[in-house]
């Protein structure tokens, strides 16, 4: 995220009303709009590797998988792209956004680490309905997952293998989750 595309704060129906009107992307946070970065060929090739090991288990849950261009509304003031969010039974009637994802997931290039585990991870993970949160690393084959439970917020490495995800009770098998996929250097 870089600097602020409006230097004064918007209402949530400003910004959305803005938002469709730009030719870029905002994420919109604590009321001020952020231009998104453009994405690496990593980047949406993760995206994508990870939508489509997720489709099925997620369609088989009656549940939708969204990627990267539908909004998550996590306040009244703050709305994020995430890379990817599974929405299982809850669906915002709002045609722009969701509101309460079970599963979020971001791609993490070296230039968005800060942001994604720190205000993303606490907005995300201060959601009611979210069960886990998933960094995908850009720059080496490494999935972490933070995920909640009645004790808190358990965190798990990967590294190889497979991870089981909560709310699509699927696994993630990292080998095909990085095939094809030219890493970025950190």
Not at 41 to 53: E, G, M, S
Not at 58 to 77: D, I, N, P
Not at 104 to 113: D, I
Not at 130 to 143: D, G, I, T, W
Request: net charge negative; hydrophobic share 40%; charged share 25%.
């Amino acid at each position: 995220m870089g600097e602020a595309a409006q230097p004064r704060p918007l209402s949530l129906e400003a910004y959305l009303e803005w938002e469709a009107q730009s030719p870029k992307r905002h994420e919109l946070v604590e009321g001020v709009p952020y231009a998104m970065a453009g994405a690496s060929k990593a980047h949406d090739l993760l995206v994508q590797n990870l939508a489509f090991l997720l489709r099925a288990p997620a369609r088989a849950k009656g549940c939708r998988l969204y990627t990267e261009t539908v909004k998550l509304k996590v306040s009244q003031s703050t709305l994020y792209y995430p890379d990817l969010m599974v929405v299982c039974g809850s669906f915002s009637p709002h045609p722009l956004y969701e509101e309460a994802p079970c599963l979020v997931a971001e791609v993490v290039p070296p230039g968005t680490e800060r942001l994604d585990r720190g205000e993303k991870r606490l907005a995300y993970l201060g959601l009611p309905s979210l069960k886990a949160y998933l960094l995908v690393s850009a720059s080496e084959p490494r999935v972490e997952v933070y995920r909640k439970s009645g004790k808190g917020v358990a965190h798990e490495i990967y590294t190889e293998g497979q991870a089981l995800l909560p709310c699509v009770d699927a696994p993630l098998d990292l080998h095909a989750l990085y095939e094809d996929v030219e890493l970025e250097r950190a």
